[in-house]
């Protein structure tokens, strides 16, 4: 089972999370930007924040053959924060990254005014950077949010098709499965979705624009429960090729849209000597 | 390397025109190098040159790049790796010998050095690397060897490696083998050559 996670905070895990993931089928990744529990008081800590999503993390990943890529935004409960706004500005120069592959997670958290202005620029910069938008629906007052958000995505003019509606469940599928958009759901052990909950969905709407991700973080999360997912979908009577559609065609063909999606093997033996000379640092040693 | 022979490597790059207009515009409007600098990957792709060994076409396209600025090389350099992801870093560190700008780069290779990439560490040891002072440069080898960076990609090692690094690279040998943990063949090859005659005979030690 080869598995793309298109949601997960790598940011929050151990590298034995990696290897556990690589183990369990997972060959490639996106690290949306998002908030990091303790709140950020200045652009400088996005920035240190945004390179590492550019740097470190794919490195870390390399070592494990996992193929990290990022989305880069302001994010919504951040927006609200004066001291936090000019990251929008900042944001152009990494949207030119080789390694962003969407503007993201952009949306709602509150349903502010700043939020409202904070989502509708970073639209705006997607279709400027011809990159697709991760868009998080919130957790509170969520069918609401989920109408909202598809305002304001249709107001932007993008096309639905390059934009992901993350986080829905069985009430705002519905809200979204016409729309033209892309609908992400997040398996959580407790929250969220489950694996169960998410084959009947699957069951019911088909498989098309269809996004299953682990969206594990720094709470209670499993970056395995995309497998699990597979493996529920299995059980049901769904077939092996349904499960590659679902945990991998459909997440390439998603973020495929960016242009920027590389997903060759990782070579970090480059230039500098024969392959894999020096692929296996103090990471993988877990230091000398 | 010259910017001459990476200009020659680099034809035949699956978008040459893309990189002729990028280095036109640059030695005309020098900012706009901040905009050619990362798209330089997905444009010439990312390939090792079989004309030009050891580099990589993005690595090569962004070198040129740099090199092809009408002055201001050290600052343009600073703000490009500052701003890079890591491929973008790597070239800069890459370019800093093809650049006019004696030693004003150093801090870019302390940058470099203090990270856990190996790609970058290894970059950094190239031949700009001769403006290190010899400390921070034998820190450098030391941390190679303790990552498993091939030595191969230290310039002049045999000419700078001195006792001062042999000690040091004993004591990584010693505690390598008291926890049953081998050396790299590379560095038991330079303990060697550096102990050779001082009557330290470190393969006898090791067994």
Known sequence: MRIFDPHIHMTSRTTDDYERMAAAGVRALVEPAFWLGQPRTSPASFTDYFDSLVGWEPFRAGQFGIRHHATIALNPKEANDPRCRPVLDLLPRYLDKDGVVAVGEIGYDSMTPEEDEAFAAQLALAVAHDLPALVHTPHRDKARGVERSLAVVRESGIDPGRVVLDHLNEVTVKLARDTGCWLGFSIYPDTKMSPPRMVEILREHGTERMLVNSAADWGRSDPLLTRATGEAMLMAGFSDDDVDRVLWRNPVEFYGQSGRLDLAEPDLADADGPAGTFAGNSILRGGS | ?207
């Open chain 2, 1 to 207: 390397m010259t910017p001459e022979h990476l200009r020659t490597a680099l034809r035949g790059v699956p978008d040459p025109d893309w990189l002729d207009t990028a280095l036109r515009q640059v030695a005309d409007e020098p900012a706009t190098i901040t905009r050619f600098f990362p798209a330089a990957g997905r444009r010439c792709g990312r390939a090792a040159l079989p004309d030009a060994p050891g580099w990589t076409a993005d690595e090569a396209a962004r070198a040129l790049l740099l090199a092809t600025l009408p002055g201001d090389h050290a600052r343009y350099a600073d703000t490009l790796y500052r701003q890079g992801d890591a491929a973008e870093k790597r070239a800069v560190l890459k370019a800093l010998p093809l650049l006019p700008i004696g030693p004003d780069a150093v801090p870019l290779l302390h940058d470099a050095i203090r990270t856990n990439d190996t790609r970058l560490l290894a970059a950094a040891l190239g031949p700009y690397a001769r403006h290190l002072d010899a400390a921070a440069w034998r820190q450098a080898v030391l941390k190679c060897v303790f990552t498993g960076v091939p030595l191969a990609v230290v310039a002049d090692l045999d000419a700078r490696a001195d006792g001062e690094l042999a000690a040091m690279l004993t004591g990584l040998a010693d505690e390598r083998h008291a926890a049953g943990r081998t050396m790299p063949a590379d560095a038991t090859d330079l303990l060697d050559r550096l102990t050779a005659g001082s009557g330290r005979p470190t393969a006898a030690r090791e067994a």
